[in-house]
């Protein structure tokens, strides 16, 4: 065979490339047409003297594949520069005490009051909410939520958590303040 057809044809089924010749090529080629004759292919991705034989994405799942987003490390953001304008802007945006923000350098403000407040009734329609939670607020539900998924969690590699939900990616409680925000 010629080796633009070998190599179209490794492309074609997983087989790695580089670093192979024509006869190299070819004898790999032998081997995946047997077991893939024998019906032998599965075994032949995951043994260890043939793994490096397929490319990574014709290889055997991983679960480290399955992770989606946190399969990548998180990126350092540049810490953010501070002007001697910025907490007086910031002072008449959240109406925040610039008196207190001098003293402490630092501000705490209360921007979830409102989950405290609303209840679950006024952001679903009422024939969607059973009675026994109409008078549920939402901070009640995405308090029973995270519960629920803290209790679900289970340690890795014996190691705690540290509160930060792997299997929770998006919540009842972040869709009822979303729905509160907007009004529904």
């Not at 074609?12 to 006869?23: E, K, L, P, S």
């Not at 047997?34 to 995951?46: E, M, Q, Y």
């Not at 907490?87 to 001098?102: F, G, T, V």
């Amino acid at each position: 065979m010629y080796w633009r057809h070998l190599v179209a044809l490794a492309g074609a089924v997983g087989v790695r490339v580089t670093r192979c010749d024509a006869r190299r090529l070819q004898v790999l080629l032998q081997i995946y047409a047997t077991t893939v004759r024998d019906g032998a292919i599965g075994s032949l991705k995951t043994a260890d003297t043939s793994i490096e034989m397929f490319r990574k994405s014709y290889g055997p799942a991983h679960r480290s594949d399955s992770l989606g987003p946190y399969r990548y490390k998180s990126q350092p953001l540049a810490a953010i520069q501070s002007t001697p304008e910025y907490p007086l802007k910031l002072c008449s945006e959240l109406d925040i005490d610039a008196y207190q923000w001098k003293k402490q350098d630092s501000v705490v403000t209360d921007c979830f009051h409102w989950l405290m407040t609303i209840k679950v009734a006024d952001v679903v329609p009422e024939r969607e909410i059973s009675e026994s939670d109409a008078d549920l607020i939402i901070m009640d539900i995405a308090r029973t939520e995270y519960n629920l998924y803290d209790y679900r969690l289970h340690e890795i590699n014996e190691n705690p958590n540290y509160g930060w939900l792997r299997n929770m990616f998006y919540s009842i409680g972040q869709q009822l303040m979303r729905l509160g925000v907007s009004g529904a």
